[in-house]
Every structure is written in C-alpha cells, then in structure tokens.
C-alpha cells in the first residue's frame, strides 16, 4: 500500500469502526482519497454517520499528505464539528496542493464552518469547495458567503444552492 496515492470508494457504506481501519492503514503522500455518499445512499439506504471519532482518526492519518493531496471529497459522512476541526487542522499543516474539497451533508455546525473557513485562505490551489447541506447557523451564512466570495472556485456551494 506504501505506493498507493489515489483511493476512489465513493458510495461507500463503510462505518466509523471500518474508516478508523482504513486510517490505520492509508501510506504516507496521497494525492486523492473520494470516500464521499451520495445524499440518495444517505437517505434510501439508511446509510449510517462515521462520527466524529472515525473522523479524527482519518485526519491524522492523512496529516502525512497535507501538502500532496489535492481532492478529498468526504460527502454525506455525518462526522460534524468534531471531524471538520480535525480536517481543517490537518489541513492547515499544508493544503497547498488541495484543488477540490467536498464536505456537503456532514452536520458540520458553527465551530466546525469557523474552522473550515480560517483555513480556506491556505488552500491557494483550491478550484472547487463543496459545503451544502451543513448545520451552521443563518449568522454563518454570511461569514461562507464572504468566505468562498473572495476565491475563483469553478462552483461554490453555499446551504443548498450551487452559486455560478
């Protein structure tokens, strides 16, 4: 597994004890790792939350790739504040390289969007940001607006609407 560098399992209905292994397991320097659901997996299959802790066991495994991954897509995960402070960490050690990131339907609320947003400004390379469908408040709305506003994404999803 140590040359691996790109592990697409989208549409997964791994859970967080099966995402805690796989972190275990994930080699140092990879450049795109797409575990995300699609929001029809999350509700016809009752496809369950990883939670928090699975979350922040995947963020310090990919500390390692920081500076090489460049798409991460962890939709419809559930793993809220917990899991996005973790990621936003992992990712302030580099993120250089990030070009796409998706976090749509994780119950991310106002801590975890606060913590998204201090790193966006990092993650130079960032093409494409993917946030629907979080928990944050109205109040918050205003701080992804100006946020994602500031940066060329090729689309910006803010709530439930994808902005051009």
């Known amino acids: 597994m140590q040359h691996l560098h790109t592990l697409d399992l989208p549409g997964n ?19 795109s790792l797409s575990l995300g659901r699609s929001d029809r997996q999350s509700t016809h299959y009752n496809v ?25 897509w962890l939709s419809g995960m559930g793993f809220g504040d917990a899991g996005a402070i973790a990621l936003a960490d992992m ?3 580099g993120g250089e390289a990030m070009t796409i990131l998706t976090l749509d339907r994780n119950d991310i609320g106002n801590d975890g ?13 960032l093409r494409s940001f993917g946030y629907s469908d979080n928990d ?5 709305e205003a701080d992804v607006l100006a946020a994602t506003s500031q940066r060329p994404y090729n ?4 709530g439930s609407a994808c902005l051009p």
Do not use: W
Request: hydrophobic share 50%.
């Open 13 to 31: 209905t791994m859970t967080g004890v099966g995402l805690t292994a796989l972190a275990a397991v994930l080699p140092p320097r990879m450049q």
């Open 91 to 93: 990712l302030s050690t």
């Open 113 to 125: 969007t606060a913590a998204i947003l201090a790193v966006l400004p990092k993650l130079e390379g």
């Open 155 to 158: 689309a910006k999803f803010i």
């Open 136 to 140: 944050y408040s109205d109040m918050m």
């Open 48 to 72: 369950g939350k990883i939670g928090p802790d699975a979350c922040v066991a995947l963020a310090h495994a990919l500390r390692p790739s920081a500076s090489t991954l460049r798409n991460l």
